[in-house]
């Protein structure tokens, strides 16, 4: 008998995974697909399952999109952030996570400034953790919706030219983006300034250009990264106006990408800096259907990850 495709308990990273655990995962969110459509929007999958979600960074795409995927597949949950929490009274992260392990969450949905803190946590708690960003490092359900509306609009990632464009250093969204697109297939390049170019760019995996002009050209799909004006981003340009001016993402630009080429942001959106408005609300633009799949995918990721842990194959959707 073949071994199963998914046996992780933990989801830390795009790294981790192999193509064919990123395509199960991919099938497994187009069955959950439909259960937005539905006029009660709920399945039993993981009744009886608890999931905690802490997180350690503002958060609204994700910490909402997980929350109504793990009501949606009927779990209990709760939600902790730093000001809510004992960690303003000067507990470590180690002693709050064991603290709430000792209430046996099935799952531990984790989004923290610090890199691989989900890795520390997965290492020292029975409970499946789920990396929901660890600073620059990885956003592994990002990058996963992401190839999900892709394959979606495009109906492959194989062989598609993909563009990712703006502040490569500060961007954990395009470590997992360039890790899970080039696993499926697709031919990626990255763009932004010299100065927001991590230091060995070409250690991503992707082919390095220096001019929004150049990474789109013939692209089929066109990603553009919020400047991440928290992360000290704002000093590596002169102005907002200077950088739209050669890095934000005009209909007249977008002419040099392919016929029906689709724009994508991870949002949060900075308009007027790295894209346009006409852009974000325009006929190219998917990007508030990212935001839609990225439901059905953390449906599956906690459904996938559920089952592993309790050694039981939930119900399927
Ligand atoms: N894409 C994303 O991670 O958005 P949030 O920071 O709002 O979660």
């Known amino acids: 008998m073949s071994e199963p495709v998914w046996q992780r308990g933990d989801l830390l990273g795009v790294a981790e995974l192999s193509r064919a655990e990123i395509l199960h995962l991919l099938d497994t969110a187009e069955s959950f697909v439909e259960v937005a459509a539905r006029p009660i929007k709920k399945v039993p999958t993981l009744r009886g399952k608890t999931v905690i979600n802490l997180f350690f960074e503002p958060s609204t795409r994700t910490s909402s999109s997980f929350e109504i995927a793990e009501k949606r597949l009927s779990a209990d949950n709760i939600n902790f952030s730093t000001s809510s929490s004992s960690l303003s009274k000067g507990e470590t992260l180690l002693d709050t996570a064991r603290n709430l392990e000792a209430m046996a969450p099935d799952l531990v949905v984790i989004r923290h400034a610090h890199p691989r803190v989900p ?21 592994p ?38 890790l899970c697109l080039t696993k499926l297939g697709a031919d990626v390049t990255v763009a932004g300034p010299r100065p927001m170019m991590p230091e060995e760019p070409e250690s991503l995996g992707a082919r390095v250009v220096y001019s929004l002009d150049e990474a789109i050209e013939g692209a089929d799909v066109v990603m553009m990264l919020r400047v991440q004006l928290e992360r000290q981003a704002r000093a590596a340009f002169p102005s907002e106006r200077e950088y739209f ?5 005009t209909a007249e630009r977008l002419h040099r990408a392919n016929d029906g080429a689709i724009v994508m942001h991870p949002g949060p959106i900075n308009r007027g800096i790295e894209i346009a408005s006409d852009v ?4 190219w633009s998917v990007i508030l259907e990212q935001v839609a799949n990225g ?14 842990k309790s050694g039981e194959d939930g119900a399927t959707p």
Not at 245 to 249: I, K, P, R, T
Not at 280 to 283: H, I, L, R, V, Y
Not at 295 to 308: D, N, Q
């Open 295 to 308: 439901v059905a995918v953390r449906m599956a990721v906690l459904y996938l990850l559920a089952g592993t």
């Open 119 to 139: 890795h520390a946590l997965a290492e020292r708690l029975a409970s499946g953790v789920i990396n929901a960003g660890d600073g620059a490092h990885e956003h």
């Open 141 to 178: 359900t990002q990058a996963l919706l992401d190839a999900f509306t892709i394959r979606r609009r495009k109906g492959r990632v194989e062989g598609l030219k993909v563009a990712i464009v703006g502040d490569i250093a500060h961007s954990r969204v395009v470590r997992s983006n360039v």
């Open 245 to 249: 001016e050669f890095f934000g993402l």
């Open 280 to 283: 974000a609300d325009g006929p």
